[in-house]
């Protein structure tokens, strides 16, 4: 007896058909077909050869051995057996960095973990929706380079798409903000730099909460020539 199909260390999923070449000098009367020991199911009628369709989604995921034992008519058995992968679930896809609520600005490295039981064909990245990049090699992790200045400042939903090798995919996001404008100095030119109005104060702090140096300076200690030369 020789199990012909599934391959030995095949990666099987969903409804699969198992199948057996039997030979006996003595009439084979079934073909028992069994996973980790556990049958699966019994063919008794070899005229269109020896297989059962066998549910890989009723075990457990990872490695199997996958069984099958021939009894002919003198009580006669054989066994064969191979080992194969069952991998029924997709990968699991994180964004690992940048992190949720990050604040990102010029070229950086955007990392996901990408795994799964048979293996990962690709890791696609995508910012708002387009993609800024493909990682097909994860020998050295899954990422890829985002130049961040060829999108638009403000929020930004960084998301990546993970594809297994039976192409099924999974997705992770994360909701990020692209700052690439440039903080700098600000000078408020007021009439009275010790008793600011409350709309001068309110710009102040927020010029200040986005990064930038304020200046106060009185508008008495302006001269057409200090403009003229600034």
Do not use: C, H, K, M
């Amino acid at each position: 007896i020789s199990i012909t199909a599934p391959s030995d260390g095949e990666a099987v999923a969903g409804v699969v058909t198992v199948t057996a070449d039997v030979t006996d000098d003595v009439a084979v009367t079934s073909v028992d077909f069994a996973v980790d020991g556990s049958s699966i199911g019994v063919d008794t009628d070899g005229s269109d050869g020896w297989a059962i369709d066998w549910d890989t989604t009723l075990v457990a995921e990872g490695g199997v051995v996958l069984e099958a034992i021939a009894s002919d008519g003198a009580g006669q058995t054989a066994v064969d057996s191979i080992t194969a992968t069952v991998d029924n679930l997709g990968p699991e896809t994180t964004l690992q960095a940048p992190l949720e609520g990050a604040t990102v600005a010029d070229t950086i490295t955007v990392i996901a973990s990408v795994n799964d039981a048979v293996g990962v064909a690709q890791a696609e990245f995508f910012a708002d929706g387009v993609s800024i990049g493909v990682d097909g090699d994860g020998s050295d992790g899954w990422s890829v380079q985002w130049d961040t200045t060829g999108t638009a400042d403000g929020a930004v939903t960084l998301s990546v798409t993970g594809t297994d090798t039976f192409g099924r995919t999974s997705s992770d996001a994360a909701a990020i903000t692209v700052d690439n404008l440039a903080a700098g100095v600000v000078v408020l030119v007021v009439s009275d730099p010790g008793a600011l109005t409350a709309g001068v104060s309110a710009t102040q702090a927020r010029l200040e909460a986005d990064g930038y140096t304020v200046s106060v300076v009185d508008d008495a200690d302006i001269t057409t020539a200090g403009v003229a030369g600034a």
